[in-house]
């Protein structure tokens, strides 16, 4: 489970992963440069199967599945329906590039020294990737996602959200004319139908759905810091015009589930693991760098791994979205 999420996210391949044709190509080319000519008929993994043969050489469903996962189309571990158009694509690539993999040898191509670089890039890229595969898999485990998952909980703070409705007009005075119209008993959704200027609110009665302030604009954090439930709140001048808001609920903020963190989680295990190493091997090892570094490149020892862990889960959000249209309802 751990290795299929650790590749998982991010949707990609991997942290070390070459994408798409390329690494296909490689792969094949890696394979005619030692002389392999022929694949063993003993399936490569148990379970595997055979479906297709280009010149004697065996194809394995189990290739067609590396291709579809280097091209970002399923995640490491993701099954893969022999007989889905997914998979035919993905085998017709596979067969095409046998076949320039094996007409690229035939030319000597594999001979060239440009082409042995490319080679040997290719071939300490994959055994990079096993290794950290290797490692993640040990690392990020069932126990070691639900502990990390309690531990965040414990130190998440949840805030109050408030469910609420709007109706945004051009002034003040008609604010204020709206106002003493729902203090004669008007309804709020209807005003906000026919008088609210916000085309994302207006026709579902001005509801904003529940939020926390944290993700509001200031002036709304600011008028309904204190507005408890069944308040008419303003009217207050926003961006867009004048705003009058009518709490309707007021609530704890649900935790984060489980199983919603587990991608944030798996991908922030992830991330430690492959910095561990690479601390670890950068420090043991005699580095000498031939160039100058760029001014504004920070001073690490070890370089962070490709992708880098998202807020940590359960958490605040990193940042306010410019609307007053919260997400939740």
Known sequence: MANTQGRASGGQGG???????????????????????????????PGDTAVARVNGQVIWASDVKREAVAQGLISEGEPLDVSSEVFRQRLDEVIDQKLLAAEATKRKLDKDPVAQRRLAAARERILGDMLVEGVVEKAVTEDAIRKLYAEQQKLSKRSEEIRARQIIVGSQAEAESVKKLLATGASFDALAMERS????????????GYFTLDVMPEPYGVALKDAQKGALVGPFAAE????????EDKRVEEPITLEAARPQIVRFLTYDQVRDILEKLRGSAKVEMLIGRPQDAPMNSAQEPASAPADIPGGPPASAPPSAQPAKK
Not at 20 to 37: F, I, P, R, T, Y
Not at 197 to 208: E, I, M, V
């Open 15 to 45: 942290f070390f992963s070459l994408g798409g044709v390329g690494l296909a190509v490689a792969l094949a080319l890696l394979v005619a440069a030692c002389g392999q000519n022929k694949v063993a008929e003993k399936p490569p993994e």
């Open 240 to 247: 867009g015009g004048w705003v009058l808001v009518r709490v």
């Open 197 to 208: 200027t916000d085309q994302a609110t207006r026709f579902n009665g001005g509801d904003l």
